[in-house]
Nanobody
Framework: VQLQASGGGLVQPGGSLRLSCAGS????????LGWFRQAPGKEREGVSC????????YYIDSVKGRFTMSRDSAKNTAYLQMDSLKPEDTAVYYC???????????????????WGQGTQVTVSS
C-alpha cells in the first residue's frame, strides 16, 4: 500500500499549482482521501477531504473558493488544484486516506490513515 504525492514547486502569489496523489495497493473509492499541510513551525492541518461515500469534497475556510479537490478512480489518483495561491499556503503538502471533516470546520485523519510523502509548495515573489 502506497501513496505518492507530487506536483509541488515554487510559484508567485496569485499563481496556481496542481498536486497529485497516486495510490497503489488499494482502491481509492473505498476510502476518504484528504490533503494536509504543515508549514514551518506549525502543526499539520487538514485542507480538504473527499468522502468515500459519495465523492463530495470538503474544504477548510481558508482555501474555499481557491482549492479544488478531485479524484480519478480509474487512475487511483486524487488531485488538488490550487489557485490564487497566497504566501500563507506555503507548506509541505501530504495526502492521506481515512480523512473526515469535523463539526469545528477542520479536516482530520483517522488513526488508521495511510500517508504519502510530502511535496513542498512555496508561494513567494
Amino acid at each position: 500500500v502506497q501513496l505518492q504525492a507530487s506536483g509541488g514547486g515554487l510559484v508567485q502569489p496569485g499563481g496556481s499549482l496542481r498536486l497529485s496523489c497516486a495510490g497503489s495497493g488499494f482502491t481509492f473509492d473505498y476510502y476518504g482521501l484528504g490533503w494536509f499541510r504543515q508549514a514551518p513551525g506549525k502543526e499539520r492541518e487538514g485542507v480538504s477531504c473527499i468522502r468515500s461515500s459519495d465523492g463530495s469534497a470538503y474544504y477548510i475556510d481558508s482555501v474555499k473558493g481557491r482549492f479544488t479537490m478531485s479524484r480519478d478512480s480509474a487512475k487511483n489518483t486524487a488531485y488538488l488544484q490550487m489557485d490564487s495561491l497566497k504566501p500563507e499556503d506555503t507548506a509541505v503538502y501530504y495526502c492521506a486516506t481515512n480523512c473526515a471533516p469535523t463539526t469545528q470546520g477542520t479536516v482530520v485523519a483517522g488513526p488508521m490513515a495511510m500517508w504519502g510523502q510530502g511535496t513542498q509548495v512555496t508561494v513567494s515573489s
